[in-house]
């Protein structure tokens, strides 16, 4: 069962900040979000992960609404090397209980930053 | 520090065959987990194994298993191969620990199997 949805795909011009959207209107109150991407051929790569406060890194930024329904993951200066699906998951704060080691992957979202 | 290895990278088989992977985690890590990333059906969770023991399995049927040894190296082995097992077989590591928030999962470059 999907518990996050994210268009299968966006352009984003070389340069301009890509920002990607993911619904997650179920969650609860006690799993994160985490953002992993998968450039073609390759393992997926973590990219970031928040709770309810926005959180950056070096790679990305991660803004959560205020009812955790929603997120946007944000490439400040998409370049090429960022072409990849990305892909939005849910997931509980403690590890403990079946099914909570486990990343659940939906389609994701195939971003390709164009020239 | 290195990354999680995957052995072999490529790997070329024939039905009813069986086939052995392995993964070396990061170093300190002891959980590993083992994905299925196929065209149709995207990346799926097979089983996750800390200290030796499996902890949590995905709904793959019993031709799938796997191991972890003492030194946290994993194995999956698939026998009676099927067309439809042809696939990129990701293996993860993650630290793991119950105290803390839930691991970042660190991913090798899969091996790569067909199945003719």
């Known amino acids: 069962d999907a518990k996050t949805t994210q268009p299968p795909s966006m352009d984003c011009a070389e340069g301009r900040a890509a920002n990607l959207p993911c619904n997650h209107s179920t969650i609860s109150g006690n799993e994160y979000v985490y953002w992993y991407r998968q450039i073609h051929s390759q393992g997926p790569q973590y990219i970031i992960h928040g709770l309810k406060n926005n959180e950056t890194n070096e790679m990305a930024s991660l803004i959560i609404t205020e009812d955790r329904k929603s997120s946007t993951l944000i490439l400040p200066h998409a370049t090429l090397r960022d072409t990849a699906v990305y892909y939005c998951?849910?997931?509980?704060?403690?590890?403990?209980?079946?099914?909570?080691?486990?990343?659940?992957f939906g389609k994701g979202t195939k971003l390709s930053v164009i020239p | 520090k290195a990354g999680v290895t995957q052995t072999p990278r490529y790997l070329i088989k024939t039905r009813g065959q069986q086939v052995t992977l392995s993964c070396s985690p990061i170093?300190?890590?002891?959980?590993v987990s083992w994905y299925q990333q196929t065209p149709g059906q995207g990346l799926q969770f097979l089983f996750e194994?800390?200290?030796?023991?499996?902890?949590n399995k995905g709904n793959f049927p019993g031709r799938f298993s796997g191991r972890q040894f003492s030194n946290s190296r994993s194995e999956m082995n698939v026998s009676t191969l099927e067309l439809g097992d042809s696939a990129l077989y990701l293996c993860a590591s993650s630290l793991s620990t119950a105290l803390r928030t839930p691991s970042n999962q660190y991913f090798g470059p899969g091996t790569r199997l067909l199945v003719l």
């Open positions: 170093s300190g890590h002891r959980s």
């Open positions: 194994y800390f200290s030796e023991t499996q902890r």
């Open positions: 998951i849910v997931r509980v704060a403690k590890e403990s209980g079946a099914g909570s080691y486990q990343l659940t």
